[in-house]
């Protein structure tokens, strides 16, 4: 049946996707879709894979039709508010991801995109109130920790920036070129 043969095209879909064989992988969903055009999970794959591959535009339609069939279908709520952030269109991915948290309650990595597009729009009061509240549910973000801590040097605060850097370097000393590199530009603000 159509149904089945349109299942089979998005598992294919999926494992020429895991092995980044995207063009593959779209021709596989375009042929499930034609089979069966409700076919959620190959809509949202293909947006997916749009994105992936910079088609920005065409990833943001493809997410709204994924939504048009279910709008609350949270992997196409962040994802389009990803979308909207690549293009730069800050307040428009922050009120995407407002929307994916009224679905899913809250979430830290929600929190931490927010608070970088309040960076972005140099409203730093906001940033750092969504970075903080993405920490207190995920202390052991690194990168989070290093927006934060970019916010607070900001906002003046030079001690709490430091504090959160030196948390980053703790939890992951890994980084500890580029987080040596912000508590130098940090001093240099004092």
Known sequence: SNANISLVRLNLGELYGKAGRLKDAIIEWEAALKLNPSLLPAHFNMGTAYMMTGKLESAEITFKYCLRLKSQYVPA????????????????????????????????????????????????????????????????????????????????KIEQAREQLQTALNTNPAQSATINKMMLSLTSLQ
């Open 77 to 156: 709520l962040f994802n389009l508010a990803k979308v909207y952030q690549m293009q730069e269109k800050w307040g428009k991915s922050t009120q995407q991801f407002k929307a994916f948290l009224e679905v899913t309650g809250p979430k830290p990595s929600a929190y931490t995109h927010i608070g970088f597009n309040f960076n972005k729009q140099l409203d730093w009061e906001n940033a750092q109130v969504f970075l903080e509240k993405s920490i207190s549910l995920q202390p052991d973000n690194v990168d989070t920790r290093v927006y934060l801590a970019e916010t607070l040097g900001n906002l003046g």
